[in-house]
């Protein structure tokens, strides 16, 4: 059952995918000190597993099995879902043409459709309780071109499709959908990304200039916990926005996409990533 911080206001619930580490920790964590019940999932959590006032189940975004069981279980001990965070996935680096159609179809399997199928199994409960809101982890990838990035970019703009839309179709509901959007982050994402299945050695070369590029960028990027304040406005805003860019550089890459002329924009992020 819903537990009350007092006799007329409920306390606020959360349910967040990928909480073990990175900005969904962060997240968490956030979401806990600020007085919501928080429910977390992994793909390897313990039963019973409790991090510093998260509760942890296990799921696994790949399998609406394992999603239908997760949300029920968290719906079952919070008593109604107030807040969905979809943050699970992963990101994969190389030229677009390293990898298998094999290789992409999992990434999309975990980035977006383990959106989709998270945001499905929330959606009846919000229904239900006649209000709720979905904050999905973007990217500004997902405004942005991703060169040696361009499935994980791919998987990014597909959110913020599928982000807009929903938008407008749960609103009648008192659901609101949002996109956050960090741009480098300090999290491990990054490290443990795979290299595409497919090596073609014409792409090495330029490859390895963007990568020393990619990773000076990366290192004076923001923290997990910055994104993760990112999201904790995005949860409590009281007329939410779309989209979110999480930090300085974020909101000034998504202001030159939108007003800088394309052909300048485009030098501009080709010298950024040392591949002019």
């Not at 179809?105 to 959606?123: P, Q």
Request: glycine share 10%; proline share 4%; hydrophobic share 40%.
């Amino acid at each position: 059952m819903t537990k009350t911080t007092s006799e007329s206001k409920p306390q606020k619930t959360a349910f967040l995918t990928g909480a073990s580490s990175g900005i969904g920790k962060a997240a968490a964590l956030a979401l806990v000190q600020a007085g919501y019940r928080v429910i977390g999932t992994s793909r390897k959590a313990e039963p019973g597993e409790v991090r510093r006032g998260v509760r942890m189940i296990a799921c696994d975004v790949t399998s609406e099995e394992s999603v239908a069981e997760a949300v029920a279980l968290a719906h079952a001990e919070l008593g109604r879902i107030d807040l969905l965070v979809n943050n699970a996935g992963y990101a994969m680096s190389g030229a677009a043409e390293e990898s298998s159609i094999g290789q992409v179809h999992s990434l999309f399997d975990t980035n977006f459709l383990g959106v989709v199928r998270v945001t499905n199994a929330v959606l009846p409960i919000m229904r239900q309780q006649g209000i709720g809101r979905i904050l999905n982890i973007g990217s500004v990838a997902g405004l942005i071109p991703g060169p040696f990035g361009a499935y994980y970019a791919a998987s990014k703009h597909a959110i913020e499709g599928y982000s807009e839309s929903l938008d407008h179709e749960v609103r009648q509901f008192g659901i609101r959908v949002a996109v956050i959007e960090p741009w480098a982050t300090k999290t491990a994402i990054e490290t443990n990304s795979p290299r595409g299945d497919r090596p073609v050695a014409a792409y090495a070369q330029t490859f390895a200039r963007y990568r020393a590029a990619f990773d000076a960028a990366m290192a004076g990027g923001d923290s997990a916990e910055d994104v993760a304040g990112t999201i904790l406005k995005a949860a409590q805003d009281t007329v939410p926005r779309l989209r979110y860019p999480s930090g300085k550089a974020a909101r000034q890459t998504s202001f030159a996409r939108r007003f800088l002329p394309r052909t300048l924009f485009d030098r501009i992020l080709r010298k950024q990533f040392n591949i002019a």
